[in-house]
């Protein structure tokens, strides 16, 4: 099942990323789909404040284009939110036509935890191909596996973009329980940008529930 489900991803997002015209330039969310991130980085000197389900917000910054540094943690609605404070940053260090490749990183002290990755973005940010691997360590100890994502963008009008992830451990021996498929909708505008979707693990019955829901906004400045 987890190889028909990658096949059928595949297939997906090469065709979102070859297909149709593509516009160009930088928008709100432009560095991340809804869950993964892109290799795409914003402009120099510019914010972006980006909250997840109501419950989750990162700040970041961009200096110079090519760098991001960023802090994310739970909303500070209750006194132990500091142990959540997770510090980013992402390095986009190879762009060639229409390919560009970033690093990324995070460290959480109070665990303490740690995440290192590399994505691979092929295409225009409104149609658009990515491909990532990561991998991370909690309280002195690595992952199991690392984690592979493969992830598609198409814009489909100037404001509307539609998204398609899915995310699997490799050489994982349980898959069903180790692999996530996505999707949603992108609305953007000249500052923000609003994702609505839902995410669901391949293989697992999830009784009379289809997906859990995604709400995600950015806005830069």
């Keep these: 099942m987890q190889k028909k489900y ?31 991130p892109t290799a795409y980085t914003m402009p120099a000197g510019s914010h972006a ?13 961009a200096f110079p284009t090519n760098t991001h540094v960023s802090i994310m943690s739970a909303m500070p609605v209750w006194s132990d939110f500091v142990k959540t404070i997770t510090l980013g940053v992402k390095q986009r260090y190879f762009v060639k036509g229409i390919v560009q490749s970033s690093a990324f990183a995070s460290f959480n002290p109070d665990i303490p935890g ?29 992952m199991n596996n690392p984690l592979f994502f ?9 404001k509307i ?12 021996t349980n898959a069903d329980v ?32 289809y997906f859990v829901p995604v709400l995600k906004a950015t806005f830069e400045f």
């Design 161 to 172: 973009a539609l998204m398609a992830e899915f995310g699997s451990t490799i050489g994982s």
């Design 6 to 36: 990658l096949i059928a991803m595949t297939l997906l997002t090469l065709v979102l990323a070859l297909t149709a015209q593509a516009t160009t330039g930088y928008r709100p969310g432009d560095q991340s789909l809804m869950l993964v």
């Design 114 to 142: 740690y995440m290192l990755g590399n994505v691979v973005s092929i295409g225009q940010p409104s149609q658009s191909l990515h491909l990532g691997l990561m991998y991370g360590w909690a309280d002195g100890e690595g």
């Design 49 to 61: 404040i980006t909250n997840y389900e109501v419950i989750v917000i990162q700040y970041a910054y």
């Design 178 to 209: 180790n692999s996530l498929i996505s999707f949603g909708v992108r609305f953007i505008s000249s500052s923000i940008s609003w994702d609505l979707g839902g995410v669901r693990p391949v293989g697992e019955d999830m009784g009379d529930l």
């Design 150 to 158: 493969l992830g598609g963008r198409k814009d489909v009008g100037a």
